[in-house]
């Protein structure tokens, strides 16, 4: 049964979200799992793709959009449309909604901002009706010792 994890983040930048999922796919990729990454908008995927290359700073991080034509090379994939069927590993939710495809991963990543507080919980409640395993996580990381 798919884990799910609730990241709820205390920063209230813009590109708080985005950030975390950058370290978060990092981590992902050194423990040697695949990562898909959705996204609510292909500017949002082209946003996150740019952020990759450079966040976090001084450390690689391969990763395609889910259209490119070499994506199934890439270890994270980002994109807003259900991905291809492959090593369904860990799916990172950026989207204010649950994902119709997300039981299909080992793990799920929903990560959640102050403004969009409400809407964590109303996720929250969907994975909870539906029997699955949730576990909360608040602002809790020293990403320096990872």
Request: glycine share 4%; hydrophobic share 40%; net charge negative.
């Amino acid at each position: 049964m798919t884990r799910v994890d609730f990241y709820v983040l205390g920063d209230l930048t813009a590109d708080a979200r985005q950030r975390f999922a950058c370290r978060l796919a990092h981590m992902a990729w050194s423990a040697g799992q695949t990562t898909h990454v959705r996204t609510a908008s292909d500017e949002a995927s082209a946003l996150l793709d740019e952020l990759m290359w450079h966040h976090p700073e001084d450390r690689f991080l391969p990763h395609a959009l889910a259209e490119a034509a070499d994506a199934a090379q890439a270890p994270v994939r980002i994109g807003v449309a259900e991905p291809e069927p492959g090593a369904d590993q860990l799916l990172i939710n950026l989207c204010d909604d649950v994902p119709a495809f997300f039981a299909r991963f080992e793990r799920v990543a929903e990560v959640v901002t102050q403004p969009q507080r409400e809407l964590g919980r109303q996720r929250y409640r969907h994975y909870r009706e539906r029997g699955y395993p949730l576990f909360h996580h608040q602002d809790s990381f020293d990403w320096e010792r990872r």
